[in-house]
């Protein structure tokens, strides 16, 4: 606190306690001195050392300027690589230069490593991106469907060239051979096709608005008795089931379900030949320029449709033969003809009749019927 205050003593300051009281007979008790005036002296320490400056920018400049144009370290020759080492069985003899020539190791020769062709390394489905996709290849060479083909694919039951290809999307040239397992063909022969004699109020594929699709007829208690085929029936016939070809739901008659893939193409494919036969129930009069443009010369949709073949069945019902299936093509040929159809029932798809087979029951396809 400073010099002034370096061993002095301080008397307490006496204060008189609430609960004490003093007679006036004894003297006042002492009063404690004032406190003495405190003084404080501030003393002034010497700054430390400064610190060393750092270079200045100029500086830096410089120093980064001496570091690029400093030269490059002389290069260094690689060291040799080690030699194999090979035991001495002569030492303490005087060795000739011959023999000390003999005795190096040979230089280490350094080959191109092999590059193998790029046909080896390569995978098919590489080849070439314009090619046809092997999927696709099987299917318009008849072998299966695209789906079976796919399934085949990836069970390793497809050789292209005599390889194995069980990678989906591989591309194949349209002059490579193609082999199938006979295990793809014993799992085609499996493959089941139903026929059915929809009733009207059916939808021929997926349900919509509202209306019940056609499969669920396919049931055994729908079958038909008197179905000529020897085929057992197992639950699993009725698994992957499509529709190959449409019938409106106003509309009865022959529909195909099938797991055949090639059954499917052949049915309802773009460039599909078989012939489908109609009979329709028609309200008013047709005549003979309304029959030939029947025949040939209407449009749907702007597209000039294929020829058919369309007579009297009797005064009331036409016989419509074609050879494509348009939405609702048969109703709305008759609909530009001024024709109104009350009925229409499809008998037959390609050679297969629908005969007797009554509404709303189904039959397996016999082995020797073809479309």
Known sequence: MGERLM????DPILRPSPTVRYDSKLPPPAIA?????????????????????????????????NKRHKP???????????AEYRPRTD????????????????????????????????????????????????????????????????????????KVIDVLGARVSPLARIEVAKAAAQHQSELVTILLNKPVGYVSGQAEDGHTPASVLLKPENRWADDPSATKFKPGHLRGLAPAGRLDIDSTGLIVFTQDGRVAKRLVGSHSEVEKEYLVRVEGKLDDAGMKLLQHGLELDGVKLRPARVSWQNEHQLRFLLREGRKRQIRRMCELVGLVVTGLKRVRSGSVSLGQLPVGQWRYLRRDEKF
């Open 33 to 65: 001195r004032p406190m003495a005036r405190i003084t404080l002296k501030i003393t002034k320490f010497p700054a430390p050392a400064a610190a060393p400056k750092s270079p200045t920018s100029r500086a830096k400049r410089a120093q980064l300027q």
């Open 7 to 10: 061993g002095r003593k301080f």
């Open 91 to 162: 030492r303490g003899k005087p060795r000739s230069k011959q023999a000390a020539v003999a005795a190096s190791p040979a230089p280490i020769e350094l080959r191109p490593r092999a590059v193998p062709p790029p046909s080896a390394t390569r995978s098919p489905r590489h080849e070439n991106p314009d090619d046809p996709r092997l999927s696709k290849r099987m299917s318009e060479l008849g072998l299966c469907s695209r789906r079976e083909a796919d399934e085949w694919i990836e069970n390793g039951w497809v050789k292209v060239d005599g």
């Open 72 to 82: 490059p370290p002389p290069a260094v020759a690689a060291a040799p690589a080690p």
